[in-house]
């Protein structure tokens, strides 16, 4: 379910069913043109997982709106992600996953209130590209797979 008002009203209506909450972790680089576009490549790819993975489990997952954040910055950000993941979990969400491809997260991970889904991800590309759908497509998979195992744990 997409943080939008239809798939809301519906996530209202039947919330008991609905137990878990996905994040997509996205930093945002400003200083230096390249950086900056590859952050918005980034950003696109994060939105495509996250969009699979929506498809891929909608009526179970909330796919909540994208959590940007300074790069760099992953562990300054843990306390403000963690009061974020807070206040989602006012409402019955038992499994919450942060998604991203920013490696810097791994280093507070054990300080997130989430399960961190990390990859390494491409810093360039073309989202068309036969090699960047076939990373997609693979990558997609094991993601599904660690959100399943973790459901029967």
Request: overall charge negative; charged content about 30%.
């Amino acid at each position: 379910m997409k943080w939008a008002k239809k798939d809301l009203e519906q996530f209202v209506k039947e919330k008991e069913y609905i137990d878990t909450l996905f994040i997509p972790l996205i930093p945002i680089h400003t200083s230096i043109d390249e950086k900056m576009t590859g952050s918005g490549f980034q950003a696109e790819l994060t939105n495509l997982f996250s969009r699979i993975i929506e498809e891929q489990f909608r009526g179970r997952i909330v796919l909540a709106p994208d959590y940007y954040y300074i790069a760099g910055n992953a562990e300054a950000e843990v306390d403000r992600v963690n009061n974020w993941i807070d206040s989602f979990t006012e409402k019955p969400f038992s499994y919450v996953f942060l998604f991203s491809f920013d490696r810097n997260w791994r280093k507070s991970e054990s300080d997130l209130r989430g399960e961190l889904l990390w990859f390494p991800g491409l810093r360039h590309g073309d989202l068309q590209s036969t090699e960047t759908q076939s990373f997609v497509k693979e990558q997609a998979k094991e993601i599904v797979e660690i959100i399943k195992e973790s459901w029967q744990t």
